[in-house]
Nanobody, 125 residues
């Protein structure tokens, strides 16, 4: 399995921006689709978006379309989540995850086999 470490979380005011990073190590990064999920207190973990190994397919949850962008640098084994126009409701722990399953684009947690430890994002109003 690939090991994942997120970074870049923090406290930001509403309307601000943050960029999260997810660095992969261990087993080869090659062939993995990468996803971002988030979990707010008392809520289930939810899909934010994902990116295919090639970078050509990037499904997003409706609530982040137009505000968040996922990109990757395969040479650095790193995936990014650029978050703009942040809202207080975006406050959550954000996780990156890796998948080699065919249906990774569905955004189901069960389709992702490796997970990072998460990074806290707090958006103040």
């Amino acid at each position: 399995q690939v090991q994942l470490v997120e970074s870049g979380g923090g406290l930001v005011q509403a309307g601000g921006s943050l960029r999260l990073s997810c660095a992969a190590s261990g087993r080869t990064f090659s062939g993995y689709a990468m996803g971002w999920f988030r979990q707010a207190p008392g809520k289930e973990r939810e899909f934010v978006g994902a990116i295919s190994w090639s970078g050509g397919i990037t499904p997003y949850a409706d609530f982040v379309k137009g505000r968040f962008t996922i990109s990757k640098d395969n040479a650095k084994n790193t995936v990014y989540l650029q978050m703009n126009s942040l809202k207080p409701e975006d406050t959550a722990v954000y996780y990156c995850a890796a998948s080699r399953r065919d249906y990774w684009y569905r955004g189901r947690t069960s389709d992702f086999s490796s997970w990072g430890q998460g990074t806290q994002v707090t958006v103040s109003s």
